[in-house]
T-cell receptor, first 115, second 115 residues
Framework: GDSVTQMEGPVTLSEEAFLTINCTYT??????LFWYVQYPGEGLQLLLK?????DKGSNKGFEATYRKETTSFHLEKGSVQVSDSAVYFC??????????????FGTGTKLQVIP | NAGVTQTPKFQVLKTGQSMTLQCAQD?????MYWYRQDPGMGLRLIYY???????DKGEVPNGYNVSRLNKREFSLRLESAAPSQTSVYFC??????????????FGPGTRLTVL
């Protein structure tokens, strides 16, 4: 079945540091890929997405490129801020789910940015 | 526009008690979902409703029932709570089944503890 593997956290960075959170996936067919972010005490919200190979999703300074050859969708940001402290989930959506939007989530990576 | 709302935010139950988690969305979405979030396991789908009047089991349905009351509301019921159901529960909605690219919108979650 489908699966998503992302790096374990927590990740602690100083403000303005470069961020990479690794994500790899296993899926049949051609899934769509997502990064969701969960701020403390809130639900998940979509950060960015990519629907086909070589697509780059971007939002709020975050980027991720759909790499089919390496089955990866790593999240990057050039300069993190304290306000980026949150839990980040990589996810994929199976286009062959037979009738509903089946989304498989990774286990989440907690990011803490210190001033 | 409140998005997806959930009640209650917190709940403590004793083993064997029952309760219903309420979820409502005001985005006119067709599909709604219930997930549970446990440490180190990401989000797992409990039940979903592809459209008003239909419900189906997800990955971990045992011990739960759902009702799609109308297009806006989707409730999750625990008939006889067990400590293994201690978790954070998220409701989500999306526009529908028009492919795997639909973003899911999440509620703020219900933190449930079963003693």
């Amino acid at each position: 079945g489908d699966s998503v593997t992302q790096m374990e956290g927590p990740v602690t960075l100083s403000e303005e540091a470069f961020l990479t959170i690794n994500c790899t996936y296993t899926a049949t067919g051609y899934p769509s890929l997502f990064w969701y972010v969960q701020y403390p005490g809130e639900g998940l919200q979509l950060l960015l997405k990519a629907t086909k190979a070589d697509d780059k999703g971007s939002n709020k300074g975050f980027e991720a490129t759909y790499r089919k050859e390496t089955t990866s969708f790593h999240l990057e940001k050039g300069s993190v801020q304290v306000s980026d402290s949150a839990v980040y989930f990589c996810a994929l959506s199976d286009p062959n789910s037979g009738g509903y939007q089946k989304v498989t989530f990774g286990t989440g990576t907690k990011l803490q940015v210190i001033p | 526009n409140a998005g997806v709302t959930q009640t209650p935010k917190f709940q403590v139950l004793k083993t064997g008690q029952s309760m219903t988690l309420q979820c409502a969305q005001d985005m006119n979405h067709n599909s709604m979902y219930w997930y549970r979030q446990d440490p180190g396991m990401g989000l797992r789908l409990i039940y979903y409703s592809a459209s008003e009047g239909t419900t189906d089991k997800g990955e971990v349905p045992n011990g739960y029932n759902v009702s799609r009351l109308n297009k806006r509301e989707f409730s999750l019921r625990l008939e006889s709570a067990a400590p293994s159901q201690t978790s954070v529960y998220f409701c989500a909605s999306s526009e529908g089944l028009a492919g795997p690219y639909n973003e899911q919108f999440f509620g703020p979650g219900t933190r449930l503890t079963v003693l």
